[in-house]
């Protein structure tokens, strides 16, 4: 048999066996409620399993696979894409998350209705659902190119995509929020010892560091390759900056690990650590990158860069490599699966149409909702574009959620009853007016500028005009209030 589709067996009957294990877990602790266990962990989640799950959601196949996409035309500089969402995390993890934390909330959406109001709840519910659901598909988009690289005579592109997407749904699946966070135990694991062992390698069978820089194309004008900055440009580097820093806790996947973890202290110590883990990543991913741009010129896609340098190794490096890079989209499919789900059954359903929906009904809910996003995200991974591009667009809408947690957490004095329906309103109209019908809308190539100027010009119109005071205590009402004042 095929060695390195033994490797991937292997890899896959771990992540199922972990799965199947966290339901017993989930057995255990009965007293937090069914619905709470599947889809929060039972808010347990210690500081090695939060650092697990942000790493884990970090270094996926956009960190990887769409990095190395990006180096592949642009150089060394493409990664930066991780290094930003490290100093995110870093920053979320000494001033924001550790507040978070302390509320009482259970989603992105419980939090922005609370204060901006329900229309905002509303908007921000379906923003989190097409943001999560479509990172979902990205990375089930660069594992069918991993598989296909590491098994060209076993995949197709299609039957690819397929597999993926139903391993990545059915970890969640089987047990939720613990799977997810299990699973990314042995992932965050697998990523980064493949990464290592890869580079490695490929430095050592393509002839050193000298001998692939000297294959690398000769371009009009000059392509900057080794260069930190310059071939991304420090346009694309802050756009990447700011937008990795506010959907760092702003976005549902990382919002519900903050919300499982245990305490204040644990989210705050696994943020930081998980930080420290993915920043350096991406780096590895581009350089790969660049040695495809120079020993595979011409490839049919830019997305199959990194597979097609990790194909040259001996079948045993390959396929653990590989099994790397498809364990960083599982950890990041993972979380955003989860945070799908949680939204829509918490956020819709049990909010608007069932709020004396029985715990155990949630969870089934839950699980169909898994099953249905197994199946058109399949789908919608063969229709979309560049990996990175693509996230870069949609993490835009979750702007001005972002810059209403940091007002409310911060300088609840600075805003207005007005503040938080306009910006939320505003903000995400506009991010989806030049992410969709209007791209002229767009400030220097970069959806992310326009909206973040807009939503504090929002804020500070409101300020000027709006004399009534917003009041924000009931984020802080009943038993976990209580803990959080108790903590401050």
Same mark, same amino acid.
């Given at each position: 048999?095929?060695?390195?589709?033994?490797?991937?067996?292997?890899?896959?009957?771990?992540?199922?066996?972990?799965?199947?294990?966290?339901?017993?877990?989930?057995?255990?602790?009965?007293?937090?409620?069914?619905?709470?266990?599947?889809?929060?962990?039972?808010?347990?989640?210690?500081?090695?399993?939060?650092?697990?799950?942000?790493?884990?959601?970090?270094?996926?196949?956009?960190?990887?696979?769409?990095?190395?996409?990006?180096?592949?035309?642009?150089?060394?500089?493409?990664?930066?894409?991780?290094?930003?969402?490290?100093?995110?995390?870093?920053?979320?993890?000494?001033?924001?998350?550790?507040?978070?934390?302390?509320?009482?909330?259970?989603?992105?959406?419980?939090?922005?209705?609370?204060?901006?109001?329900?229309?905002?709840?509303?908007?921000?519910?379906?923003?989190?659902?097409?943001?999560?659901?479509?990172?979902?598909?990205?990375?089930?988009?660069?594992?069918?190119?991993?598989?296909?690289?590491?098994?060209?005579?076993?995949?197709?592109?299609?039957?690819?995509?397929?597999?993926?997407?139903?391993?990545?749904?059915?970890?969640?699946?089987?047990?939720?929020?613990?799977?997810?966070?299990?699973?990314?135990?042995?992932?965050?694991?697998?990523?980064?010892?493949?990464?290592?062992?890869?580079?490695?390698?490929?430095?050592?069978?393509?002839?050193?560091?000298?001998?692939?820089?000297?294959?690398?194309?000769?371009?009009?004008? /000059?392509?900057?390759?080794?260069?930190?900055?310059?071939?991304?440009?420090?346009?694309?580097?802050?756009?990447?900056?700011?937008?990795?820093?506010?959907?760092?806790?702003?976005?549902?996947?990382?919002?519900?690990?903050?919300?499982?973890?245990?305490?204040?202290?644990?989210?705050?110590?696994?943020?930081?650590?998980?930080?420290?883990?993915?920043?350096?990543?991406?780096?590895?991913?581009?350089?790969?990158?660049?040695?495809?741009?120079?020993?595979?010129?011409?490839?049919?896609?830019?997305?199959?860069?990194?597979?097609?340098?990790?194909?040259?190794?001996?079948?045993?490096?390959?396929?653990?490599?590989?099994?790397?890079?498809?364990?960083?989209?599982?950890?990041?499919?993972?979380?955003?699966?989860?945070?799908?789900?949680?939204?829509?059954?918490?956020?819709?359903?049990?909010?608007?149409?069932?709020?004396?929906?029985?715990?155990?009904?949630?969870?089934?809910?839950?699980?169909?909702?898994?099953?249905?996003?197994?199946?058109?995200?399949?789908?919608?991974?063969?229709?979309?574009?560049?990996?990175?591009?693509?996230?870069?667009?949609?993490?835009?809408?979750?702007?001005?959620?972002?810059?209403?947690?940091?007002?409310?957490?911060?300088?609840?004095?600075?805003?207005?009853?007005?503040?938080?329906?306009?910006?939320?309103?505003?903000?995400?109209?506009?991010?989806?007016?030049?992410?969709?019908?209007?791209?002229?809308?767009?400030?220097?190539?970069?959806?992310?500028?326009?909206?973040?100027?807009?939503?504090?010009?929002?804020?500070?119109?409101?300020?000027?005009?709006?004399?009534?005071?917003?009041?924000?205590?009931?984020?802080?009402?009943?038993? /976990?209030?209580?803990?959080?004042?108790?903590?401050?």
């Amino acid at each position: 048999m095929n060695t390195a589709l033994v490797i991937v067996i292997l890899y896959m009957a771990a992540l199922l066996f972990v799965s199947w294990y966290s339901t017993v877990l989930l057995r255990r602790q009965k007293e937090k409620g069914e619905a709470l266990n599947y889809l929060l962990a039972g808010q347990n989640l210690n500081w090695f399993l939060v650092c697990m799950m942000i790493a884990g959601l970090a270094i996926g196949g956009v960190s990887t696979v769409g990095v190395a996409e990006n180096a592949y035309t642009r150089g060394f500089s493409a990664g930066w894409y991780d290094l930003a969402w490290g100093m995110g995390a870093f920053l979320s993890g000494v001033f924001i998350v550790g507040r978070m934390r302390k509320t009482k909330f259970f989603t992105i959406n419980e939090f922005i209705e609370k204060t901006c109001g329900k229309a905002a709840g509303l908007i921000t519910v379906l923003v989190q659902v097409i943001v999560n659901f479509s990172v979902f598909a990205l990375q089930v988009i660069a594992g069918g190119s991993i598989l296909t690289a590491l098994l060209p005579g076993v995949f197709t592109l299609t039957t690819a995509i397929i597999i993926s997407a139903v391993v990545f749904g059915v970890i969640s699946l089987i047990g939720g929020m613990w799977a997810a966070s299990l699973a990314n135990v042995v992932n965050v694991i697998v990523i980064l010892l493949g990464l290592t062992v890869g580079v490695i390698a490929v430095i050592h069978n393509f002839g050193g560091i000298a001998a692939i820089q000297a294959r690398l194309p000769v371009t009009q004008p /000059a392509t900057p390759w080794t260069h930190f900055t310059r071939g991304m440009g420090m346009g694309a580097i802050m756009a990447w900056c700011f937008t990795m820093f506010l959907q760092s806790f702003s976005g549902a996947a990382a919002l519900q690990t903050v919300v499982s973890s245990r305490d204040s202290k644990s989210v705050k110590i696994g943020y930081i650590v998980a930080a420290c883990i993915m920043a350096p990543a991406g780096f590895i991913a581009a350089y790969l990158g660049m040695v495809a741009a120079g020993s595979f010129p011409g490839l049919a896609s830019a997305k199959l860069a990194l597979p097609a340098v990790i194909g040259t190794l001996n079948p045993w490096l390959a396929g653990f490599t590989l099994a790397g890079l498809w364990a960083a989209d599982v950890s990041t499919a993972s979380a955003c699966i989860m945070g799908v789900t949680s939204m829509i059954t918490k956020g819709i359903i049990v909010r608007y149409f069932k709020p004396d929906l029985s715990e155990h009904k949630q969870v089934v809910i839950s699980r169909i909702i898994i099953a249905i996003a197994i199946v058109l995200a399949a789908f919608a991974a063969l229709k979309m574009g560049g990996i990175v591009s693509t996230l870069m667009k949609l993490l835009a809408m979750l702007a001005p959620m972002a810059i209403m947690i940091i007002l409310v957490l911060f300088a609840p004095k600075a805003t207005r009853k007005s503040t938080g329906p306009m910006v939320m309103i505003i903000g995400v109209i506009y991010a989806a007016l030049e992410i969709s019908f209007l791209p002229q809308l767009v400030l220097y190539k970069q959806p992310i500028y326009a909206v973040l100027i807009l939503s504090v010009v929002v804020w500070l119109i409101t300020l000027i005009f709006d004399k009534r005071p917003a009041d924000y205590s009931i984020l802080y009402t009943g038993t /976990a209030g209580k803990t959080a004042k108790a903590e401050a």
